[in-house]
């Protein structure tokens, strides 16, 4: 028997207010998530053949669902179960009793879950499906959000509390406050604001890496000018970079990167951090004679959380290095896709590195360092008598770094080096087995003495590590492992597994 619902929405707009009309095809959960990121307050009113559902918004909150025989989350679940119907806005007499306090990313990040579970299930959609029991608050990674705005503290604490293995423990408006409550709750990760009032993000990381080191995750909006000062702060001891989240894309998909970048920058080792010697701006004659030339041997570099200043370390000498080998260096980092030309000019006005970003079809030259980032697929072949590379023509692909990696060992055969820095993406490892298949060599840096090493564990595991060196050797040993006077060739050179 379906609920009656005689209830008033007393912040609900006049029927003249606004717009009216028509939206088809539309998928619920994006209408509910659009409806609570503008704050509005409505009732919706769903339709499913001969079932009904209500939801409440208040002020961008959902506060009361009723459906058939029931009421509160099971019942805005079961609503968010139909996979078609229609729904409008509905005019209330009476304010409905709050039957659900979960945060609307979490509400509708567990209906998805169920849509899926159900799906390989092949539940009833009007069966309902449990919540998944919380782990122990002293097992859950604890968090302290550092920024000046209440409403973006409230939007990460509420992405981050939709996982289970997430516990906020506290909020700073700005350095000063942070600085305090480290000392005060000893939180496991810090994410950290780029520009505050009081106390800025720089001279608070000064003080988290001086007074009590943690893991500490930069937020900031690439496209504010702060690209430089990111750069900065990752050489200062930032694990990590990540985007504050923004309204014109997919919420649930921003909340679930932003919840993986946390607890892979938790498991950092902090202790483990030093600043890295990075060379004056400077570029010597052989790079200048080998710019231009084709490059017949190439080294690709990837980095991730906690690798950024193992890379500016590493990059400006190997780069020169090359050179005199006629071979070239691609770097892939794990950064927004906004931020390729920033690094490849900040590559450059740093230490002088001649860099530029993978946007287009481009050549190979030796003595050249070519910038990538992680989520962008790329592909490395022969143009004539040249080695090229240049964006994938599709941007589907699962695990990117596969590709290049997997095309690299294609065109270079046993002249091409994978050197893993901390927190590095190997992908599938298909990417790696071809390198490995092809004569190339994986070099990592030593993992005990890493920020992230994680990800490199599952490459030795794995069995397809050649060596694994301490950075300082790192430059040393990749150009050792080079034969000179071997010509570009395609065809591969298979070495046992």
């Known amino acids: 028997m379906e609920t009656k619902d005689d209830t008033s929405y007393n912040h609900l707009p006049d029927a003249d207010c606004g717009f009216a009309g028509t939206l088809k095809n539309i998928q619920l959960n994006d209408l509910i998530q659009m409806c609570c990121l503008s704050g509005s307050s409505l009732c919706m009113r769903v339709t499913k053949g001969e079932r009904q559902g209500t939801i409440f918004i208040v002020d961008g909150e959902i506060v009361h669902a009723a459906c058939v025989d029931m009421v509160g989350e099971e019942a805005f679940y079961r609503i968010l179960g139909w996979e078609t119907g229609s729904f409008e806005s509905i005019e209330v007499s009476t304010t409905p009793p709050r039957t659900i306090d979960s945060n609307y990313h979490f509400l509708i990040m567990e209906a998805a879950r169920r849509v899926d579970e159900k799906a390989v299930l092949g539940q009833d959609s009007a069966t309902a499906v449990p919540c998944p029991s919380e782990t122990a608050a002293d097992e859950r990674l604890r968090v302290l959000i550092v920024d000046d705005s209440p409403m973006m503290r409230k939007i990460l604490s509420s992405m981050l509390t939709t996982s289970k293995h997430v516990k906020v423990v506290g909020m700073a408006g700005n350095g000063k406050e942070a600085i305090s409550l480290i000392d005060e709750l000893s939180p496991d990760l810090v994410t950290l604001d780029v520009n505050?009032?009081?106390?800025?993000?720089?001279s608070t990381i000064k003080h988290i890496m001086i007074k009590k080191p943690c893991p500490v995750v930069i937020t900031s909006n690439p496209g504010d000018g702060s690209s430089k000062t990111i750069f900065n702060f990752l050489e200062l001891g930032a694990v990590d970079f990540m985007s504050k989240p923004t309204k014109n894309q997919d919420i649930l998909v921003q909340q679930k990167k932003i919840i993986e970048r946390v607890r892979v920058a938790a498991t950092a080792k902090v202790a483990n951090f030093r600043i890295s010697r990075i060379p004056r701006p400077q570029t010597d004659n052989l790079t200048l004679k080998a710019a231009g030339m084709a490059c017949r041997r190439l080294v690709i570099v990837i980095s991730g959380p906690g690798g950024h200043p193992e890379q500016m370390g590493l990059l400006p000498g190997l780069v020169s290095a090359m050179a005199s080998l006629d071979g070239a260096v691609v770097a892939l980092q794990s950064l927004p896709p906004s931020f390729r030309e920033t690094f490849a000019r900040y590559l450059f006005e740093r230490c002088g590195c001649p860099a530029s970003p993978i946007e287009q079809k481009t050549p190979l030259s030796a003595g050249h360092c070519y910038v990538g980032i992680h989520g962008c697929p790329l592909v490395i072949s022969m143009d004539g008598s040249r080695p090229v590379i240049a964006p994938?023509?599709?941007?589907?692909?699962?695990?990117?770094?596969?590709?290049?990696?997997?095309?690299?060992?294609?065109?270079?055969?046993d002249r091409v080096t994978i050197v893993l820095l901390s927190g590095a993406d190997t992908g599938s490892h298909s990417g790696l087995q071809a390198v490995h298949d092809h004569g190339g060599r994986i070099i990592l840096r030593k993992r005990d003495s890493?920020?992230?090493?994680?990800?490199?564990?599952?490459?030795?595991?794995?069995?397809?590590?050649?060596?694994?060196?301490?950075?300082?050797?790192?430059?040393?040993?990749?150009?050792?492992?080079?034969?000179?006077?071997?010509?570009?060739?395609?065809?591969?050179?298979?070495?046992?597994?």
Do not use: C, Q, W, Y
């Open 196 to 202: 505050m009032p009081v106390m800025d993000g720089t």
């Open 392 to 413: 994938a023509a599709t941007e589907n692909e699962v695990i990117h770094v596969d590709r290049v990696l997997s095309t690299a060992a294609s065109v270079f055969g």
């Open 450 to 497: 890493g920020m992230v090493a994680a990800p490199l564990d599952k490459v030795v595991a794995a069995g397809l590590a050649d060596t694994e060196v301490a950075l300082s050797r790192l430059s040393e040993t990749i150009l050792n492992g080079f034969e000179l006077g071997n010509e570009l060739n395609p065809r591969p050179v298979t070495r046992g597994k």
